[in-house]
């Protein structure tokens, strides 16, 4: 059976909610769809989701159509919570976008877009709440292709055949076009199916499951157990696997995976017989593990490109209980937060007013304790004006580790790059793969007022370790 991680994206009230129920219940998962007005969804459980009528954290479902197994992300259109919906789309293979048939293309939409292009990631294009439009699907199909794409056109061999000349070409001389060749343009973005339909009535979604599993690109993966962190919460550290199999009580260098499991619907079960293939994501405990970190064979990740831009103080109530485990908890959630605590308070990182609501009501329920906040202050950042190299050395009983760096001012706006010029002869790749996984997810502060660092290249020229007492957590703690 295929496998295809797929996300869903929208802005505020598109019907992203509406329409991953009716998948599910197109294909059988669920017997009766739920609705956002009723307070009935089945991923949008928590209770401020159900009393604002949004999604705030990234959920999913697993499902089956025909011969391929899917597993849905459902990740937040508010711009508060960017973020979370970035970490949802860093395991898809394939993005459905909504756009809502009353409102066309909104600024988030071309913010999704953005993101969508920067990761590579092909996309359709779902129309939603066609049944109450006012427009009509050319005049939304031309505001699709002015704000997002030329290439977005309906699953039309002529249409198609306009965006491309070899294409064009086929189509003249055969009449057709041969599917794995619309398959091939869909998996490198140059083409971007677009269909219409209404969620709620269960319009259209059917076609769209076709297409989804007919033209998701075909991934090629290793034998060697590789993987990253996209999502950490209450039920475990969620895994994307992207080589081998991941099995439950996996033992890998410094790490254990005890449970595995999947989403059935939108239920955890225990991972099938023989774990959980590469291409295919899951929920693992037994690991202390972080949004951003890889294992195994995985390469380093990019750290995220939408974060937070204003800083605040957190207000506690004299008196009140220490809020560190509250905090470190959710921090381990939502690295973005940037949560520090020292004598001085707790600083925290938030995009809008809706996020700040929302923390304050999660700290209440999880401390008892009603929290204010500061002013916020936009958050600066700092530069280097020339190189300069500096090396860290951790060395406490029976651990060693030694990492050499060089840091290079860099182009305005390419924020921090962190690259490798250890030969695997002198340093293996997976002590490698530790370093620059660190590099990439620490905050790196400037020396001027304490800001993060910025437009630096940082480069690892030198790793040593020791046969007996170096384990890979002690390259990150070098690092």
């Known amino acids: 059976m295929k496998h295809i991680v797929l996300s869903i994206l929208a802005h505020v009230d598109a019907g992203k909610t509406t329409l991953i129920e009716s998948l599910l219940y197109t294909a059988g998962t669920i017997r009766r769809p739920g609705r956002v007005d009723k307070q009935t969804t089945v991923l949008d459980d928590d209770i401020q989701e159900r009393e604002r009528g949004i999604t705030i954290y990234a959920k999913e479902a697993g499902f089956a159509w025909k011969d391929t197994g899917v597993q849905v992300i459902d990740t937040p259109g508010h711009a508060d919570f960017s973020s979370e919906m ?21 600024s988030h939409t071309k913010t999704i877009w953005r993101l969508l292009e920067a990761a590579g990631i092909p996309a359709l294009v779902f129309v939603n709440k066609m049944d109450l439009a006012r427009r009509s699907e050319e005049d939304l199909l031309a505001d699709i292709q002015t704000q997002l794409s030329a290439a977005a056109v309906p699953l039309d061999p002529e249409q198609i055949a306009l965006t491309d000349d070899a294409l064009l070409e086929e189509w003249d001389q055969t009449g057709e076009i041969s599917r794995d060749h619309i398959r091939t343009r869909v998996a490198a973005r ?62 890998l260098e410094d790490l254990r995976f005890d449970q595995v499991k999947v989403f ?118 700092e530069t280097i004006t020339a190189p300069v190299k500096g090396y860290g050395h951790f060395e406490p009983l029976r651990h060693y580790a030694e990492v050499h760096l060089r840091l290079e001012p860099a182009k305005p706006g390419s924020g921090i790059t962190v690259e490798s010029e250890v030969d695997t002869d002198t340093l293996s790749p997976r002590f490698q793969a530790q370093i620059l996984s660190a590099l990439r997810h620490k905050r790196h502060k400037g020396v001027l007022s304490g800001s993060d660092l910025t437009d630096v290249k940082i480069t690892v020229t030198a790793g040593k370790g020791h046969l007996k007492h170096t384990e890979g957590g002690d390259f990150r703690q070098a690092a």
């Open 190 to 251: 140059k083409l971007f199916p677009v269909f219409f339909g209404s969620a709620l009535h269960h319009e259209g979604t059917a076609e769209l499951l076709d297409a989804l599993t007919d033209l998701a690109p075909e991934r090629v993966y290793g034998p060697d157990l590789g993987g990253f962190v996209y999502k950490r919460d209450d039920a475990g550290v969620h895994v994307k696997v992207t080589g081998g199999v991941l099995e439950p009580r996996t033992k």
């Open 264 to 381: 059935q619907g939108n239920r955890l079960v225990n991972a099938p017989a023989g774990g959980v293939p590469a291409g295919m994501t899951a929920v693992v405990t037994g690991t202390d593990l972080v949004p951003g970190d890889v294992f195994g064979a995985q390469a380093p990740v990019e750290g995220p490109k939408l974060v937070p831009s204003m800083a605040y103080e957190i207000l506690v109530p004299e008196g009140a209980p220490d809020l560190g485990p509250v905090m470190a908890r959710l921090s381990a959630q939502d690295p973005t937060l940037d949560i520090e605590s020292d004598r001085r308070g707790i600083r925290i990182r938030l995009a809008g007013e809706v996020q700040k609501e929302v923390l304050t009501r999660r700290i209440r329920d999880l401390a008892g304790i009603d929290v204010g906040f500061s002013v916020g202050t936009p958050v600066y950042r």
């Open 86 to 106: 970035e970490r949802g789309l860093s395991a898809a293979d394939l993005a459905v976008v909504i756009v809502s048939g009353l409102d066309g293309v909104q």
